[in-house]
């Protein structure tokens, strides 16, 4: 985030360079930075004939070079972009003349989602030298919360540490997802305010009763009958609960408890950073190390793992994924 700032700080200023090849696994900052570009670098009256957009699948190489190497018309500069060039990767590497020798008044753009340029290669050398390469990371579960607090202060806005896992947990570590919800938050909430676990749920649709965030809380304090409750919720609502997501949260959930286990220094500050989670839920995990010895542990994941694999068909046809959490819950809690 502090690169992305960066970017858009030195374009502010007016460091702006002739190449931004902007690649990576997460496509979120890559749509941002493309959008800022588009929209900061030339006037409205300037688009015309100097901003296009172009998209890999209906261009080659030749064609991107032929159009950045052309000239402004009334204008300092020409912004050229280019969306989904990942369509390119086979012929990628043939962009490197023009990154060795880039026309000065233009700006190209290439969004490369999903995929990286070799780093050993010439393109990726002669980018760094007179451009800007820009690798968009996918986040860890574990830094999405934190992701979400950052976002929302920067619009004026907190967040309840419940709030933001219930988004983790729901919409996963998609930061276009998250921030799509977040904006129709914003648009009904007052700045300045803190989102809450009840703005989720009546806004987002997300319960904040029957999740599996509360699901794994009861687990954790060992109330049994809350976690049926919520079990039984999920088996009502199999498309919103699916059980391959439950399972998934359950062993990270028990692998990190596992991992409490094993810790000499059990403070709140460094159970948080070795657990790498918010120090809020600290205490989610040393209640469950009290409920659960390490041999129960670990005899838990083995548990998850084997209901993992009966999830996907594998030694449990046609039994309903109802069942197999129920049976999973009677395992984790005797």
């Not at 990371?137 to 619009?155: F, H, M, P, S, T």
């Not at 999740?211 to 304090?221: M, Q």
């Amino acid at each position: 985030m502090d690169e992305v700032k960066q970017i858009v700080s030195d374009i502010k200023n007016g460091n702006i360079r002739p190449i931004y090849f902007l690649m990576g696994e997460e496509p979120y900052y890559i749509d941002r930075i493309s959008e800022f570009i588009d929209k900061n670098i030339l006037a409205e009256e300037e688009k015309g004939f100097n901003q296009m957009i172009l998209y890999g699948r209906d261009v080659s190489i030749d064609d991107i070079v032929a159009n950045a190497k052309r000239f402004p018309m009334m204008a300092d500069k020409q912004v050229v972009i280019v969306k989904e060039a990942q369509e390119l990767s086979r012929t990628i590497e043939k962009l490197v003349s023009y990154a060795e020798n880039p026309q000065p008044s233009t700006v190209l753009v290439v969004c490369y989602k999903y995929k990286k340029i070799d780093k050993r290669k010439k393109l990726y050398k002669a980018v760094s030298k007179n451009g800007v390469i820009f690798e968009s990371k996918k986040l860890y579960e574990n830094q999405v919360a934190d992701w979400i607090k950052r976002v929302l202060a920067g619009a004026k806005y907190a967040i309840e540490p419940k709030a933001s896992q219930m988004l983790v947990e729901f919409l996963g570590t998609d930061l276009g997802k998250i921030n799509n919800e977040l904006e129709k938050l914003k648009l009904i909430i007052p700045s300045g305010s803190q989102i809450t676990a009840h703005h989720i749920e009546e806004n987002i649709g997300i319960s904040k009763e029957f999740n599996n965030f509360e699901l794994r809380k009861a687990i954790g304090v060992r109330d049994s009958i809350k976690a049926h409750r919520i079990i039984n919720y999920f088996t009502q609502n199999p498309k919103d609960n699916p059980l391959v997501v439950t399972i998934s949260l359950l062993y990270s959930f028990f692998s990190q408890v596992l991992q409490y286990h094993g810790l000499s220094d059990k403070s709140q500050r460094n159970v948080a950073s070795e657990l790498k989670i918010n120090p809020y839920f600290v205490k989610d995990y040393s209640e469950a190390a009290r409920n659960y010895p390490m041999k129960k542990v670990s005899s838990i994941i083995a548990c998850l793992r084997d209901a993992d694999v009966k999830s996907k068909g594998v030694g449990a046809a046609n039994l309903p994924q109802g069942d197999l959490l129920k049976e999973l819950l009677v395992k984790i809690m005797r």
